[in-house]
């Protein structure tokens, strides 16, 4: 079946703008993961969101990133007020319930704000 | 500082050589993953090893866990060249119970294959 699904490939904002970033997990995943890898650096962990839980944003790096998850399936990341420091690619990752270390990664979204 | 970081920071080998990779973290886990980039783009999940096991083999690929030294090695044998991408090892550190697989990923291993 199809992978995780992320749009857009790409994205060139300016400073200040706001973007907004998608996920489409695999069908029936209920976990969902935002990532995000700078230039050269590992991967870090932003939010995840189990089911109907509340999601865990304990990676989110300041208020001006959001992130919500409709009807358990898409979900959408929002960095507003973009700054250079946030030009990064964005992965997304999803797990099934019940097996849920194993983690099926999206392409990822490349952001550059100039 | 980082968990799961991992050495070499870059690995160049021939074709059909033995490319090994290794992997520290600093806190307990419940278990540590291995995976693949290709082109700072998506990851590819390689193997999973979990705290209590000791070794574990997915085709050319054996991974050991130490977890009195908090270490893992990621061997590859006989590479080839499209084994060429970034390695990167990833802990799961909710120690004792079900993970919910909140990753925490070291800096990876560059490795290139030439052919």
């Known amino acids: 079946g199809a992978g995780v699904s992320q749009s857009p490939s790409n994205k060139v904002t300016e400073k200040g703008k706001d973007v907004e970033l998608r996920c489409d997990p695999i069908s029936g995943h209920t976990a969902l993961y935002w990532y995000r890898q700078s230039l050269g650096q590992g991967l870090e962990f932003l939010i995840y969101f189990q089911g109907n839980s509340a999601p865990d944003k304990s990676g989110l790096p300041s208020d001006r990133f959001s992130a919500e998850r409709t009807g358990g399936s898409v979900s959408t990341l929002t960095i507003q007020r973009t700054q250079q420091e946030d030009s990064a690619v964005y992965l997304c990752?999803?797990?099934?319930?019940?097996?849920?270390?194993?983690?099926?990664f999206g392409p990822g979204t490349r952001l550059l704000v100039l | 500082s980082q968990q799961g970081e991992e050495d070499p920071q870059a690995l160049s080998i021939q074709e059909g050589e033995n490319a090994t990779m290794n992997c520290s973290y600093k806190t307990s886990i419940n278990n540590l993953q291995w995976y693949r980039q290709n082109s700072g783009r998506g990851l590819v999940h390689l193997i999973l090893i979990r705290s209590n096991e000791r070794e574990k083999h997915s085709g050319r690929l054996r991974v050991t866990l130490d977890t009195s030294k908090k270490s893992s090695s990621l061997l590859i044998t006989a590479s080839r060249a499209a084994d060429t991408a970034s390695y990167f090892c990833?802990?799961?550190?909710?120690?004792?119970?079900?993970?919910?697989?909140?990753?925490?990923f070291g800096q990876g291993t560059i490795l290139t294959v030439h052919p």
């Open positions: 990752a999803s797990s099934v319930r019940g097996r849920r270390e194993t983690q099926y």
């Open positions: 990833a802990t799961d550190s909710n120690a004792g119970g079900t993970s919910y697989g909140k990753l925490t």
